[in-house]
């Protein structure tokens, strides 16, 4: 069975920039996407920890009444809509093409909601080359928790063995490296791979150079 890539969505495939300009538009300082976010992520993590489950939308409202109290409902409901904008990185093209070249299969595996998520596959004209969008809802717990990699991997008929996950977060990796996985990790986000996580099996600047990693490791691209 040929392999199947994983791509996380959120700043691995596509930039944050929409939400952070709407943060200040809303009267934020520059600076508070990454608090936001942070928590954002830290709250999800919990829940999944403690078998919670919300929807990405009321996680990511809680964390702005939080971080961004002073934000009313509108203001917030305006910084959650800039979600459904995010452009993709000029790399994410080239390296979907590179792993379908390779006769790999490409899946998207979210943290966000499916609807979301499939609205900015499709506006980043990427719908026709990517065979499946997945999110955390079916699993009821957010990456990196195991159920979410094992979820999606029933639902596209695969073992673990099969797969790859690629992502811009170390915990991603670790969290795919852990389920039995393979993983690549995008440095351009972080710029140093967390030394508590299991290692990727590939690291690179982009992610194209990223894919093309995991892709030779199978010995499967064509010069």
């Known amino acids: 069975m040929t392999p199947v890539l994983l ?17 200040v538009r809303e009267g934020q300082p520059t600076g508070t996407l990454p608090l936001f976010f942070t928590r954002l992520l830290r709250d999800a993590f919990a829940l999944s920890l403690t078998d919670a489950f919300h929807p990405f939308s009321e996680v990511g409202d809680g964390a702005l009444r939080v971080v961004c109290p002073e934000l009313d409902d509108d203001a917030r409901g305006r910084v959650l809509a800039a979600f459904t904008r995010l452009p993709a990185h000029p790399d994410v093209a080239p390296a979907i093409a590179l792993a379908r070249r390779a006769g790999w299969s490409v899946a998207v595996l979210s943290n966000g909601r499916l609807p979301t998520t499939r609205t900015l596959v499709e506006r980043n004209g990427l719908a026709d080359a990517v065979d499946e969008v997945l999110t955390v809802e079916d699993a009821h717990a ?67 150079e990223v894919v093309r990693g995991l892709v030779d490791l199978e010995g499967q691209l064509s010069p």
Request: charge should be negative.
């Open 7 to 23: 791509l996380d969505a959120v700043e691995t495939m596509f930039s944050l920039t929409p939400v952070e300009e709407a943060l």
């Open 142 to 208: 957010y990456k990196p928790s195991g159920a979410t990699y094992a979820t999606a991997l029933r639902h596209l008929g695969r073992s673990a063995g099969d797969a790859a996950m690629v992502a811009a977060h170390a915990w991603d990796c670790h969290g795919a490296k852990r389920a039995g996985l393979r993983a690549g990790w995008v440095s351009r986000l972080e710029g140093v791979y967390a030394p508590v996580y299991d290692r990727p099996d590939v690291t690179g600047d982009t992610l194209d």
